[in-house]
Structures are given as structure tokens and as C-alpha cells.
């Protein structure tokens, strides 16, 4: 069974400090690995993808990826009340169909 | 916004009915996936379709079935309802290469309630 395990949470810190959400896969196939923003009641919103090894920066979210320890987190600095919400992880199969597996979420409360 | 409709909104069906759930993809998106999402859980994959042709399906039963028509539009078909269905159906669709291949984006989702 391939999985994504995340921290279900939740994860509350203060506004303005550095909110880092984790993630490990157990399929080595996985190529690519996507952070998702859920706000309750709504879809899930694409925030990063990463498919190399190290981090990648996008604005005040960054994306870290270590196939080795097949692991992937994501950093958001200068929290806002406005960043509460779940956060999924999920990677994909590779081949051609392309699915994604994601984790059950990491809850995210972000206090004034 | 992401380009992506589904429709209905939200839906209340008892068990044993069938239920049809669709969806427009963004423009220029050929590829259509199907998530399901049970409360608390992440989504799961259904089943995509590219070119109307399902090339990849989770691990759902086959009165989980679908159709992708020409204009890349699909639908989501579920007999036989229980109650174990009651979720978030989500449709995701993404171009089948280019520079957007690894971008999936949601629609906002169908709420079925089964009683």
C-alpha cells in the first residue's frame, strides 16, 4: 500500500512566526510532491510542487523535498491568521496515469 | 478560481439510488481525475480519463464509473449509493504535457449526502 503520512495536528503558532508542515512517502516511485492549502468546507487549493531534491521558493512559502529519506516539508514564514487551514501533502505515481496519493492533512491555526 | 465547474453543488440521495456528478475542466485541460474525500481524510483517487478513455483508476468498486465526452467535460457515475459514499467528490483536471503537466487543479467539489 503506498502512503503519505502527515501530522494530522493540529499545529497552532503565533502570526508572524515560521510554520513547518511535514510529510513522508513510502512509494520510491513517486517523482513529484505537492503541498495543497484546504480551507474548511472548500477545495483544495495547489500551493507548491517540487520535483528535486533540495528546496524550492515561491513568496513566503518553501518547499523542501529529500528522496532519500523520502520526505517533504513546507516551510511558511511570516504565519498569517489568513494561512489557517489543512494542509495535504500528496505525491504522484509516475507513469502515464498520473495519480496523485495524499496524505489525511496537517491542521494549521495560526494565532493573532 | 480555477476554471474547473462541477455541478451539483451539494446533493442528497438515499441508499440504493444513483447519482451523476459533473464536471468542466479548465480550458485546455484534456486530462480529468475524480477524488473522493470523506471528512477528516484526504482525497482519494477514482479514476482519470484523457482523450475519453478511462487510463487509470483507485481502488473504488465498479458501480464507481465515468465518461469523458469530446469537449474534455466528464461525469461521475455511482450506483447503487451506501452510505460510506457520503463525501466531497472532487474533479482535478491538467493538460496531458507541457509546462502546466505537473499542475492539478480542483474544481470545487460536489457534497453528497447519503441517507
Known amino acids: 500500500q503506498k502512503e503519505v503520512e502527515q501530522n494530522s495536528g493540529p499545529l497552532s503558532v503565533p502570526e508572524g512566526a515560521i510554520a513547518s508542515l511535514n510529510c513522508t512517502y513510502s512509494d520510491r516511485g513517486s517523482q513529484s510532491f505537492f503541498w495543497y492549502r484546504q480551507y474548511s468546507g472548500k477545495s483544495p487549493e495547489l500551493i507548491m510542487f517540487?520535483?528535486?531534491?533540495g528546496d524550492k521558493e515561491d513568496g513566503r512559502f518553501t518547499a523542501q523535498l529529500n528522496k532519500a529519506s523520502q520526505y517533504v516539508s513546507l516551510l511558511i514564514r511570516d504565519s498569517q491568521p489568513s494561512d489557517s487551514a489543512t494542509y495535504l501533502c500528496a505525491g504522484d505515481s509516475g507513469g502515464s496515469n498520473y495519480k496523485l496519493t495524499f496524505g489525511k492533512g496537517t491542521l494549521l491555526t495560526v494565532n493573532p | 478560481e480555477t476554471g474547473v465547474t462541477q455541478s451539483p453543488t451539494h446533493l442528497i440521495k438515499t441508499r440504493g439510488q444513483q447519482v451523476t456528478l459533473r464536471c468542466s475542466s479548465q480550458s485546455g485541460h484534456n486530462t480529468v481525475s475524480w477524488y473522493q474525500q470523506a471528512l477528516g481524510q484526504g482525497p482519494q483517487f477514482i479514476f482519470q480519463y484523457y482523450r475519453e478513455e478511462e487510463n487509470g483508476r483507485g481502488n473504488f468498486p465498479p458501480r464507481f464509473s465515468g465518461l469523458q465526452f469530446p469537449n474534455y467535460s466528464s461525469e461521475l457515475n455511482v450506483n447503487a449509493l451506501e452510505l460510506d459514499d457520503s463525501a466531497l467528490y472532487l474533479c482535478?483536471?491538467?493538460?496531458?504535457?507541457?509546462?502546466?503537466?505537473?499542475?492539478?487543479?480542483f474544481g470545487p467539489g460536489t457534497r453528497l449526502t447519503v441517507t
Open positions: 517540487i520535483y528535486s531534491n
Open positions: 482535478a483536471s491538467r493538460p496531458s504535457g507541457g509546462r502546466g503537466f505537473h499542475e492539478q487543479y
